[in-house]
């Protein structure tokens, strides 16, 4: 079975402040997927970035950096200098190669307010 | 528009009647998908299509949930004899031919009410 933890249900900053989203995950699998997906208030999910389980670099996207760490199941999504567009519900979301990439099993995501 | 289009994109039923969700995916993306999210919880996988097939219908809870896409391209989720707890967004989602990445492009979903 495949679980995604995010135990932060809601954030809120102040603009320009710095926030760390977690997520820990569960799988049983050896070969297996990690995304974010930001849900703006509009309603559709949009990917932020997939990352897979041999690949432990962290990566970094202008304000975005993501720090995957196999040893504590654990894939965090830091904003940095937040800003109000920023104001969205983060999922962060898992597959297996067994499952193919199309079956998401998915966290029930952090809602994060950036207050001006 | 460009992206996946969803409607109606709300659907207020009463309890037993029949409702039907369409989505017409990004021009060219073979692969569509159906989940569904209810309030304060992340997207559940229902059905997922490669071409005109389901190739995996795992994720529909049972069988008053259905699914077609008969050209390939529009898809409609229908759902029969609607119960209290079916009230969620649907939402669905496509993704271009080749391998499976996990980048999938959502729409801004279908919200049923069933009262």
């Known amino acids: 079975a495949q679980k995604v933890t995010q135990a932060q249900t809601e954030i809120s900053v102040v603009e320009k402040e710095d926030v760390t989203l977690d997520c820990v995950y569960e799988?049983?699998?050896?070969?297996?997927?990690l995304f974010w997906y930001k849900q703006p208030p509009s309603g559709e999910l949009v990917f932020l970035i997939r990352?897979?389980?041999?690949?432990?670099q962290n990566e970094i996207s202008g304000r975005y950096s993501w720090n995957f760490q196999k040893s504590t199941s654990s894939f965090n999504f830091t904003i940095t200098a937040s800003q109000v567009v920023d104001s969205a519900v983060y999922f962060c979301a898992l597959s297996t190669s067994g499952a193919g990439s199309y079956q998401l099993t998915f966290g029930k995501g952090t809602k994060l307010s950036v207050i001006p | 528009g460009a992206g996946v289009s969803q409607t109606p994109s709300n659907k207020v039923t009463e309890k037993g009647k029949y409702v039907e969700l369409r989505c017409d995916p990004i021009?060219?993306?073979?692969?569509l998908y159906w989940y569904r999210q209810s309030l304060g919880q992340g997207p559940e996988f229902l059905i997922y299509?490669?071409?005109?097939?389901?190739?995996?219908d795992s994720g529909l809870p049972n069988d008053r949930f259905f699914a077609v896409r008969p050209e390939g391209s529009v898809s409609t989720l229908k759902i029969q004899r609607t119960e209290r707890g079916d009230s969620a967004v649907y939402l669905c989602?496509?993704?271009?031919?080749?391998?499976?990445?996990?980048?999938?492009?959502f729409g801004e979903g279908s919200r049923l009410t069933v009262l």
């Open positions: 299509f490669q071409g005109t097939g389901a190739a995996d």
């Open positions: 021009s060219g993306h073979t692969a």
């Open positions: 990352r897979n389980s041999f690949d432990e």
């Open positions: 989602a496509s993704s271009p031919p080749g391998y499976h990445t996990g980048e999938l492009f």
């Open positions: 799988t049983r699998d050896t070969t297996y997927y």
